[in-house]
């Protein structure tokens, strides 16, 4: 598809990031324009349509991939429906941009992968994690520079407040239908680490606990069963003798902990999402912050970066569906060993 070419949207899932981001994202580029949507009621769909003046919406999902009018799909839904309909419009050569996390588990990932292979001439792409896009290139650069020496850990902490309270309804991010083995954000802040060090873990070790047995469940109108953890806390080791440590927690009232640390035999390098900056600290000296030159600054382009990937054939590194399914077989590691009591669990 050339640059001059119109490119037709379609919009399933108009959530709060697909408003946010992606509806206004794709209408301010030229020669993209938005042509559906479709939520998950035609009120719902029609609100979201008339606010970003879409001239259409959609009664189901199936509708909106069979319209022979629409070039790529965005998927804004939660993780239950990001493998069916994204098979469904690669299937339709359409190209595909799905919100993160990729699917409710490694299955679904690796049958996704799958889907994208059988149609290369097809962009496919995961709304990356997006809270370390300004000093990712930065800290790359720094370890393949070798300024922490031999790697020995690398951490993320994370708190927050969604399962505090117990008289809270369940959320969708706790309700294992809709969300499989995706735990709080343990996914999308693994994917980081993954992005740094581009390899992961040979074994995973993972304990949590469910503090609210049962919540309100507002669309069954009655208390279920709580599967998801409340807080979940990993370990992981990899071959030549890192270790990961992540820290996630569900349960934190008024303290915003945020952020990684990784540690090596030569130095630290430390990032503050609170106070958002980066610090080193070589071996024997002060912590000093680290200025980011303005040529390694990044910031959200996401649906900039899918449609140059469908006009240039640009390779979609922000994210790939490789990448999507490795975190997802992380995910997948984690909760095996957490149900199992914790147990140490093999990637492969």
């Not at 690398?154 to 407040?161: I, S």
């Not at 996630?248 to 008024?254: A, L, R």
């Not at 390694?296 to 990448?323: H, M, N």
Request: proline residues 4%; contains cysteine.
């Amino acid at each position: 598809m050339s640059a001059e070419s119109n490119l037709k949207i379609g919009v399933i899932g108009a959530g709060t990031n697909t408003k946010l981001k992606h509806i206004p994202g794709f209408q301010a580029i030229e020669s993209v324009s938005v042509d559906v949507i479709c939520n998950r009621s035609e009120e719902s769909s029609r609100k979201a349509a008339e606010e970003f003046n879409v001239p259409r919406i959609a009664s189901h999902w199936e509708e909106v991939i069979a319209d022979p009018e629409i070039d790529a799909i965005c998927i804004g839904t939660w993780p239950y429906l990001h493998a069916p309909i994204t098979i469904a419009a690669l299937q339709a050569g359409k190209h595909v941009l799905t919100e993160a996390r990729m699917a409710m588990d490694a299955s679904q990932a690796r049958e996704m992968l799958e889907a994208s292979a059988s149609k290369p001439d097809f962009v496919a792409q995961i709304v990356p994690s997006p809270f370390t896009l300004f000093w990712d290139q930065t800290i790359k650069d720094m370890l393949q520079e070798g300024a922490l020496g031999e790697l020995r850990e690398a951490v993320f902490n994370k708190t927050l407040p969604g399962n505090a309270n117990s008289s809270t309804p369940l959320s969708w991010r706790q309700n294992i239908e809709y969300s499989g083995n995706n735990t709080i954000m343990l996914g999308i802040y693994y994917e980081v680490v993954q992005r740094w060090l581009r390899r992961d873990p040979k074994r995973v070790l993972a304990s949590g606990n469910i503090f609210t047995a049962s919540r309100m469940d507002p669309e069954k109108g009655r208390e279920v069963e709580v599967k998801i953890p409340d807080t979940i806390h990993c370990l992981a080791e990899y071959d030549d003798g890192l270790r990961f440590l992540g820290y996630m927690s569900g349960v934190t009232h008024g303290v915003n902990w945020d952020g990684y640390l990784i540690n090596g035999s030569e130095g630290t390098l430390r990032l503050d999402l609170v106070e958002r900056k980066l610090f080193y600290t070589r071996f024997g000296s002060a912590e000093e912050e680290v200025e980011v030159a303005a040529e390694k600054q990044a910031d959200w382009r996401v649906e900039a970066d899918f449609v140059e990937s469908i006009r240039s054939g640009k390779p979609v590194t922000l994210t790939s569906f490789e990448d999507g399914l490795a975190y997802m077989k992380f995910t997948d590691a984690a909760i095996e060993s957490y149900r199992s009591g914790g147990v140490w669990v093999d990637l492969g």
